[in-house]
């Protein structure tokens, strides 16, 4: 065998690799002093690789990392349109739920009801309170879409709350011109806290609690 065809045998023979290449490289070192120097050679090398210590990265590179890692989910959630879908579809069915309730319980209707209970009329806490019912539906919105690690739960919450609030506020004005300016941002603020607040409780809800998640839906 050439000395060309035994180097090529070395590393298999080195690294334990199954086949006859042992005895093929002792064969051939045994009449070949410069092989077998070789060989020597790389089983010193090989020694010493098997004695390196396992290097563990610094603290700062696996923080850089991390943060690295949040950064692009944080860009992939506000410059892409796949980042804002479920913002969308928890909006949407937020929206759906918040309409019919509008139609079973009237804008109106309730804002009475809630003045009855502060005993106060020309008040902004009974708008601000039956604006925050109105609002609160997004909860089951964000219980079905809105499904993200932690550290972008608040933020898919408020994008979700924010689309909820701007599709609903032309309808909301429209229902309710009766209501004084004031009262009606009032009422609308009511609403957008009200938004927020159940699409956190619900994005909250659904991952603490995945068996709470509507199935098949």
Do not use: K
Not at 80 to 86: E, Q, S, Y
Not at 124 to 142: E, R, S
Not at 189 to 205: D, F, H, P, V
């Amino acid at each position: 065998m050439e000395c060309q065809q035994v180097r090529e045998l070395f590393l298999a023979s080195l690294s334990g690799e199954p086949g006859d290449h042992d005895f093929a490289v002792r064969e051939h070192c045994d009449s070949c002093e410069g092989c077998r120097a070789e060989v020597d050679s790389l089983r010193q090398t090989w020694a010493l690789l098997g004695r390196w210590p396992d290097a563990e990265p610094l603290p700062a590179i696996g923080t850089h990392l991390v943060r690295r890692v949040r950064w692009l989910a944080l860009r992939e959630s506000l410059v892409t349109v796949r980042g804002w879908t479920p913002a969308v579809m928890a909006g949407v069915i937020g929206v759906a739920l918040s309409l019919g309730l509008s139609l079973l319980v009237p804008y109106s209707l309730l804002v009475s009801l809630s003045q009855q209970v502060f005993q106060v009329s020309d008040h902004t806490g009974p708008y601000l309170m039956a604006g925050m019912i109105y609002g609160v539906p997004l909860a089951f919105g964000a219980l079905i879409a809105l499904r993200r690690p932690v550290f972008l739960g608040f933020l898919r919450s408020l994008e979700a709350a924010v689309l909820f609030l701007l599709i609903l506020a032309p309808y909301v004005i429209a229902q309710c011109r009766e209501f004084p300016p004031a009262l009606q941002i009032a009422f609308l603020s009511g609403m957008g806290g009200g938004a927020l607040l159940g699409s956190a409780s619900g994005t909250w809800l659904g991952r603490h609690f995945p068996s709470a998640q509507p199935p098949n839906f």
